[in-house]
T-cell receptor
Framework: DSGVTQTPKHLITATGQRVTLRCSPR?????VYWYQQSLDQGLQFLIQ???????AKGNILERFSAQQFPDLHSELNLSSLELGDSALYFC???????????FGSGTRLTVV | GEDVEQSLFLSVREGDSSVINCTYT??????LYWYKQEPGAGLQLLTY?????DMKQDQRLTVLLNKKDKHLSLRIADTQTGDSAIYFC?????????????FGTGTQLKVEL
């Protein structure tokens, strides 16, 4: 157990739907990062939050949004889902980036 | 720009050493990392090296960094079947007001008996 908790582990949904992925960071970590892992794109950075504020944005689609709450857990919202959004979505947390990120076990999203 | 490249596959025999290579382009990276991903699992941080170091050893793992050539390698001594996994190198970079890890494509290590 890495200390980063992601729920749900698996999600199957239809095109056009909206889903919410949840992440609880490791105790003491203020930064949360979201990554998408797909076969064709590899691991892509989506977004970073630090203590409730958005700090960095990567290749995140406009249909996707995220937030970090006062208790530091984070949610990634994916809307108007397309088949190509099927992927593993990872959350990671860190105290500060230099020591590396601790990753959760991921949410596998399948859009049918 | 930032681009991290790795060879896709490596096959070794149990007991041999494995060497996984990585090249990167962002010379401003202060840290470089190696992560391991087993099937159906998340990414596990194996080790990292600060950019002013040439080498770091941690039990069976040895990381070599050549900053001039922007080349990073991970050597696994006495490779075991449990080492079979995908190995990612990653560099950290500043972006906006935060930071992000940029990952390589991953090298699938297969350990054969």
């Amino acid at each position: 157990d890495s200390g980063v908790t992601q729920t749900p582990k698996h999600l199957i949904t239809a095109t056009g739907q909206r889903v919410t992925l949840r992440c609880s960071p490791r105790s003491g970590d203020l930064s949360v990062y979201w990554y998408q892992q797909s076969l064709d794109q590899g691991l892509q950075f989506l977004i970073q939050y630090y203590n409730g504020e958005e700090r960095a944005k990567g290749n995140i689609l406009e249909r996707f949004s995220a937030q970090q709450f006062p208790d530091l857990h984070s949610e990634l919202n994916l809307s108007s889902l397309e088949l190509g959004d099927s992927a593993l979505y990872f959350c990671a947390s860190s105290v500060q980036g230099g020591n590396g990120y601790t990753f959760g076990s991921g949410t596998r999203l399948t859009v049918v | 720009g930032e681009d991290v490249e790795q060879s896709l596959f490596l096959s070794v025999r149990e007991g041999d050493s494995s060497v996984i290579n990585c090249t990167y382009t962002d010379s401003s990276s202060t840290y470089l990392y190696w992560y391991k991903q087993e099937p159906g699992a998340g990414l596990q941080l194996l080790t990292y090296i600060f950019s002013n170091m040439d080498m770091k050893q941690d039990q069976r793992l040895t990381v070599l960094l050549n900053k001039k050539d922007k080349h990073l390698s991970l050597r696994i001594a006495d490779t075991q079947t449990g080492d079979s996994a995908i190995y990612f190198c990653a560099e950290i970079g500043l972006t906006g007001g935060g930071n992000k890890l940029t990952f390589g494509t991953g090298t699938q290590l297969k350990v054969e008996l």
